[in-house]
């Protein structure tokens, strides 16, 4: 429950932040061309608001609504999301939306996107300011990488370094690397100290995508941390920091796969308990011997810590360098979202769509700072992404319509403006609809 409340608040403050920002971004470029903005609500509002006020002299009433989906700003003289039909009927008014020149209609609509997109910029260019940029390179990883099935199936091995994606360097972690994985047709890796290539199937996103299971991992050496009093590492004379490299004879030795021997003679019963063990205890080797207990077990905690694991490279930026690096980290990002969007339109790909779940689930279980900036920045990119679509009811859509009326000279029809609304939100609730279905359904099975 713990862990659940502290993702949920997560996902709460940066939705929130992010909404308040995106209509934050059309209420400016509103008020700059004089276009009266009558509602400012962070969440919708149906029925009744949970808190409202107008402050004096002002247009604007400012309000929280109930459903957390989002918000909206209610500009005068506009069909958007509140079908205000009766308001379009009178004559237009100086101060309308209708009444202003397309241009300046076409930047309130686009200013939500605007500055949820300058938002991420400057979060990231703030998260490098203040932590640096740290990263594991995958070609230094001592122990290679661990696979999935899919990635056996292909060609992929554990122990593996991965090299190179079509002849391009493959440097760190994360969705990029995954990307030039699946988008290439050879993939170099280091094999035992030999280079062996891999050839990469045209349908391994839609393998990857039916998987549960992360496509990598690094290999984690195995570290002790501590021991339990009285355990068969303690008394075979393990100490807290040695590094076990062998077992048997199986060297090297990855805690993955100690664990793996461990399951197996659990699994198959084996009466033999006696583990040959070598270890590296302050740059010397040495050699024990233990008997594990019943459960197969030889009672050490293992160091858990990535970064007391492997090696890592960190990178610190000024406050001026930041920005540029920021900036460069924003756009990177994007462009592999928007990549990754071309595998959204496939079965796989659909079942992949998830809601508020998924979306809480990017947040850390345990409160870090780092990694909410991250994820709100994150998020942020995809919502200024997501509403720039040309969808009725999104910002896109209404800049779909502006650009037809600035070539063609003449505006869409009131009628047609409705219409597209309302298809618009039945398309947006259909998917918002089956990406959470989606979230259940991954929770039940």
């Not at 899919?150 to 969705?175: C, S, W, Y």
């Not at 004379?237 to 048997?248: H, L, R």
């Not at 100690?258 to 197996?264: P, T, V, Y």
């Not at 009326?405 to 309302?422: C, G, Q, Y």
Request: net charge neutral; no cysteine.
């Amino acid at each position: 429950m713990e862990t659940f409340l502290i993702k949920a608040v997560q996902l709460m403050l940066s939705l929130s932040l992010l909404v308040v920002i995106h209509e934050g971004g059309h209420f400016m470029f509103a008020k700059l061309f004089k276009t009266r903005v009558e509602k400012f609500r962070l969440f919708f509002d149906p029925w009744f608001t949970l808190l409202k006020f107008k402050p004096k002299n002002s247009e604007t009433e400012y309000g929280v609504g109930w459903i957390p989906l989002g918000g909206y700003v209610k500009i005068a003289g506009m069909i958007d999301e509140s079908m205000d039909l009766e308001q379009m009927k009178q004559p237009a008014q100086p101060w309308e939306f209708r009444a202003k020149p397309a241009w300046q209609r076409l930047l309130i609509m686009i200013g939500g996107v605007l500055f949820n997109f300058l938002l991420a910029l400057f979060i990231y260019s703030m998260i490098l300011f203040a932590w640096g940029d740290s990263y594991i390179p995958v070609q230094q990883a001592p122990l290679g990488m661990q696979f999935n099935e899919t990635a056996h199936n292909v060609g992929f091995q554990d122990g593996d370094i991965l090299m190179a994606a079509d002849g391009k360097p493959l440097e760190r972690m994360g969705t990029d690397l995954l990307m030039s994985v699946v988008d290439a047709r050879q993939v170099t890796v280091l094999r035992g100290g030999q280079e062996v290539s891999i050839y990469i199937p045209e349908d391994m996103i839609n393998r990857l995508m039916e998987d549960s299971v992360t496509f990598t991992a690094f290999r984690m050496p195995f570290v002790v941390d501590s021991l339990m009093a009285g355990s068969a590492a303690e008394r075979a004379g393990m100490q807290p920091g040695d590094s076990i490299i062998a077992m048997n004879g199986q060297t090297p030795l990855a805690y993955d796969a100690f664990m793996q021997e461990m399951q197996k003679r659990r699994e198959a019963k084996s009466e033999n308990h006696d583990v040959n063990l070598t270890i590296m205890r302050k740059g010397v080797r040495q050699e024990l011997t233990l008997t594990t207990d019943e459960d197969y077990k030889i009672g050490v905690f293992p160091v858990t810590s990535t970064a007391r694991l492997l090696p890592v490279i960190k990178t610190e930026y000024g406050f001026f360098s930041s920005f540029p690096a920021g900036i460069a980290l924003g756009v990177n990002t994007l462009k592999g979202y928007v990549n990754q969007m071309k595998y959204v339109f496939s079965k796989e790909g659909a079942k992949q769509l998830g809601g508020f779940g998924t979306i809480g689930n990017i947040f850390p279980a345990s409160w870090d700072w780092h990694q909410f900036w991250y994820m709100t920045a994150f998020l942020s990119i995809i919502l200024a992404f997501m509403n720039i679509l040309p969808i009725p009811a999104l910002d896109g859509g209404h800049v779909l319509f502006l650009l037809y009326e600035l070539i063609a000279r003449r505006k869409p029809s009131d009628k047609f403006m409705e219409r597209a609304e309302v298809i618009g939100m039945a398309i947006l609730f259909g998917l918002l609809i089956w990406a959470n279905l989606n979230d259940v359904i991954r929770f039940l099975f």
